[in-house]
């Protein structure tokens, strides 16, 4: 897949007078490429437009001018994106319950390292990171 390039990205000034349409278009997008397993894990698969959409936030959030920084984000998020015959999925993990949310936190340590997350289709398993 092509990847991102800082002309796609929207200038700031530009970006703030169509964050609500277009955040509503990514909204929309994102639910359809949502997959919730179990209570608090969701997957979302992501693409051009959900990345792009990451890094404007990014740029938005931590109010990002510098082009060096801004091209650190590209490359953090270009990065994620699928290459042909590809899936590349967000694994968001949704705590909210203060009470119980160090328990979860200890079992999801080291989550990141080896073979302990895996999608199962048909009789392969391709494991995360």
């Known amino acids: 897949m092509k990847l991102l390039t800082h002309e796609e990205l929207i200038p700031q000034e530009e970006?703030?007078?169509q964050?609500?349409?277009y955040r509503q278009t990514i909204i929309a997008l994102k639910r359809r490429r949502r997959l919730t397993i179990g209570d608090?894990?969701?997957?979302?698969?992501e693409n051009r437009e959900t990345?792009?959409?990451?890094i404007q936030e990014m740029i938005r959030v931590e109010r990002i001018v510098d082009p060096q920084k801004i091209q650190e984000e590209l490359d953090v998020y270009n990065?994620?994106?699928p290459a042909a015959g590809e899936l590349s999925a967000t694994l968001l993990i949704e705590l909210t319950d203060p009470?119980?949310?160090k328990q979860w936190l200890d079992l999801f340590m080291g989550l990141d390292h080896g073979q302990k997350v895996g999608l199962r289709a048909?009789?392969?398993v391709v494991y995360w990171v």
């Open 15 to 17: 970006y703030e007078r």
């Open 19 to 21: 964050r609500d349409a």
């Open 40 to 45: 608090i894990v969701t997957l979302v698969f």
């Open 51 to 54: 990345l792009r959409f990451q």
């Open 79 to 81: 990065a994620l994106l």
């Open 99 to 101: 009470d119980t949310m």
């Open 122 to 124: 048909g009789g392969d």
